[in-house]
């Protein structure tokens, strides 16, 4: 009997297919004692199934290349970092050997018993910790119910699939959707989580915060999952699939569409160019951009790089990267950012530190560069080569005060230095900018403009900083939003600062791709978007829209919202305002 469930849009689309459920938490597992002569046994059951989940981390790292690795192979690590936990495993051992309990048992305890402390804690980063650690012990008991069942487990890769899951993990996304996953339904989740980011660039539609879908839901039933509507549709009527199908019709003469702005110009409705640039990291990334006649790229993150080797790498192997990333662009700027290494993304050289209390809060970004300078001379040399092919810009990211800029123009200085004396060709300018991403080089940024040439604000984490709020935790999804007036009112000093300064401004988070936000970033006076190559088309066509100067004089009104329920509400009404009826809703 046809059944419809209400979940969050986490990512946009319609799918039909069967549902194939992940239910980790309700895993059967055998609470009998282990009498003593079965022990070493069990012990060894247990290690084995560690060094299958190690093993499926890095296999599946293996695999990942481009936009997915850079998505996902942060998670990766994070989660393998963690099947090395020394308490962990320890604990593990103990509780076989001392207390006797049978490996799923004892791993069941020992997550329940962690994700109860994480979720006790004060600091909302730390409790947002406790989705990984249930993660990897998942993946352990996985990994032990298939060595003692015949069964495959549930989540398989199989071709025309809705997952049904409480969340997944980025990682089983990623490796799921090289094999025909057509959509995800969470039983909980946030749109601003990393997997749900992850959907979007995967062009998956994906509902967050389901809350019955696990109940509800069996393996096999057919299900029209409609991320338009905000519904998961459990067996669905004649009439039900004929909207699907009108839908994919529509979505076709949609995309044909939108095929045909790629060559044309980025301007709003009253004729005012808007910069649309794009992230990127490989060679994919660098084709979609073109092709979607992006002008520039706006962030090319260099990491990649040191993610994917054991080693560090070289000063050629990184100019080989960055000469083909500025030659693939044919001419059009390329802003590259530094290396962006610590929280949760670990790196195979042992760069990051590791054990620290709060690693979001800790040596990553320029503060890691500036830790070793000789690793970050190598990378700066191999950029200056580079800038001789085209034109580059050069982003430092988690800057917090004006002396980091000046470390990083000191090494650039002596770096050329070398260079010049080795007769090597090099770039008469090379712009020097700050990310802002950190709270205190928002509200300090004036004195930064006084070391950088140009600004990238990264409102991912930006948004998280200002707010203590973990954008993947749908505990927090009423205070994680970019439209709290605190966030609007950083994004606005930063960007009037800028243009006062006379110094380019850009936009590299999330939501510099989101159409649902165009109006508002415009209204703040963003003219320079950076966002994945396969929103650029979406988000020029909505700009041609959107009445500028009408947008713009709208800016002190906004900012006097105290709420962002009323920032919302404002919104819709600027842009009912603005927009042809058929464009009127914000979201």
């Given amino acids: 009997m046809r059944h419809v469930l209400s979940g969050t849009i986490a990512a946009h689309g319609m799918a039909l297919g069967r549902a194939r ?9 055998d609470t009998r004692p282990l009498a003593e002569d079965e022990v070493e046994e069990q012990i060894e059951l247990l ?96 990994a032990l119910q298939r060595q003692t069942s015949p069964e495959e487990r549930k989540l398989a890769a199989r071709v025309g699939e809705i997952l049904i899951a409480d969340s997944i993990a980025p990682g089983d996304m990623a490796q799921l ?27 998956l539609p994906m509902l967050v915060g ?53 060559n044309a110009p980025t301007r709003t409705r009253d004729g005012i160019e808007i910069c649309l640039l794009a992230n990127a990291e490989s060679a994919s990334d660098v084709a979609a951009a073109r092709s979607r006649g992006a002008d520039g790229v706006g962030l090319y993150r260099t990491e990649f790089l040191f993610l994917r080797h054991k080693g560090l790498p070289s000063e050629d192997e ?21 290396l962006d290494l610590g929280a949760d993304k670990a790196d195979a050289a042992g760069l990051v530190v590791r054990g620290e209390e709060n690693p979001a809060l800790g040596v990553r970004g320029v503060r890691l560069s500036l830790r070793y300078p000789a690793v970050f001379t190598t990378q700066i040399r191999a950029i200056l080569r580079a800038a001789c092919y085209g034109p580059v810009r050069v982003l430092v990211p988690m800057v917090t005060q004006p002396d980091e800029l000046i470390a990083v123009r000191t090494l650039f200085r002596l770096a050329r230095q070398e260079l010049k004396r080795e007769n090597v060709d090099l770039p008469e300018k090379l712009p020097l900018g700050a990310m802002i991403e950190v709270p205190a080089a928002a509200i300090n940024v004036r004195a930064l403009l006084e070391y950088s040439d140009f600004l990238a604000i990264g409102t991912n984490d930006l948004a998280q900083y200002v707010l203590a709020a973990d954008r993947g935790n749908d505990a927090l999804e009423n205070i994680y939003n970019p439209l709290q007036p605190a966030l609007l009112r950083l994004l606005s000093h930063v960007i009037s600062s800028g243009r006062r300064a006379k110094k380019p401004v850009s936009l590299c988070g999330e939501i510099a791709g989101d159409v649902n936000f165009t109006a508002l970033l415009l209204v703040l006076g963003l003219c320079e978007f950076s966002m994945h190559p396969t929103q650029i088309l979406h988000v020029r066509d909505r700009l041609a829209t959107l009445d500028h100067a009408h947008l713009r004089r709208q800016a002190s009104r906004l900012l006097r919202a105290h709420t962002h329920e009323q920032a919302e509400a404002l919104m819709n009404e600027i842009l009912g305002e603005c927009l042809a009826p058929a464009d009127r809703a914000l979201s």
């Fill in 21 to 29: 459920l992940v239910q980790p938490s309700r895993y059967s597992v």
């Fill in 47 to 142: 290690h084995r199934a560690l060094d299958t989940a190690r093993q499926e981390l890095r296999e599946l790292r293996g695999k990942l290349h481009g936009a997915l690795a850079r998505e996902v192979n942060e998670f990766i690590d994070a989660h393998s970092l963690l099947l090395d936990d020394a308490e962990l495993l320890r604990g593990l051992d103990d509780m076989v050997r001392i207390g006797h309990y049978r490996p799923g048992a004892a791993l069941k305890k020992q997550r329940d018993r962690l994700s109860a402390v994480f979720e006790a804690m004060d600091d909302p980063y730390l409790r947002s910790r406790k989705e990984d650690i249930e993660q990897v012990i998942n993946r352990v008991i996985s």
């Fill in 210 to 262: 389901t809350r019955d879908a696990l109940s509800t839901i069996h393996d096999d039933d057919l299900i029209l999952l409609d991320a338009e509507r905000g519904e998961a549709i459990v067996h669905p009527t004649a009439q039900d699939l004929s909207r699907y199908r009108a839908w994919q019709r529509e979505a076709a003469i949609e995309g044909r569409r939108l095929a045909m702005l790629a």
């Fill in 177 to 203: 959707a090289g094999n025909g996953l057509l959509g995800v339904v969470g039983s909980s989740g946030s749109p601003y989580s990393h997997s749900a980011i992850l959907a979007r660039s995967l062009g």
């Fill in 318 to 338: 990184q100019f080989i990267a960055y000469r083909d990333l500025v030659m693939g662009m044919g001419g059009l700027p390329v802003t590259i950012r530094t």
